[in-house]
């Protein structure tokens, strides 16, 4: 079975710093270009962050400066460094292959909350 599940978030203040983790399992996702979304209440999910297999990053103007994707292709795995959180930031992140769709499934996300 082919799955991404996320984990590392919690609550945090805001300028605080949180990392995310996305492990994958499966296949191998090393030549990927994998992704960051995050889905706040009420609202679309949105891309956050890309990494390309080579290690070439583009992030959402949002985030830009504060967030820096990375990943692990011995380990398969992706990451998400998320520095000087805002109160904006606080959403369900998730990981997934970027631009194929639905493929794999979206799974449970990791809850980010940034809160005073």
């Known amino acids: 079975q082919v799955q991404l599940v996320e984990s590392g978030g919690g609550l945090v203040q805001p300028g605080g710093s949180l990392r995310l983790s996305c492990a994958a399992s499966g296949r191998d996702f090393s030549l990927y270009v994998m992704g960051w979304y995050r889905q706040a209440p009420g609202k679309q999910r949105e891309l956050v962050a890309t990494?390309?297999?080579?290690?070439?990053?583009n992030y959402a103007d949002s985030v830009r400066g504060r967030f820096t994707i990375s990943r692990d292709n011995a380990k398969n795995t992706v990451s998400l460094q998320m520095s000087s959180l805002k109160l904006e930031d606080t959403a369900v992140y998730y990981c997934k292959v970027h631009k194929t769709g639905n493929w794999p499934a979206w799974g449970q996300g990791t809850q980010v909350t940034v809160s005073s």
């Open positions: 990494i390309t297999s080579g290690g070439t990053t």
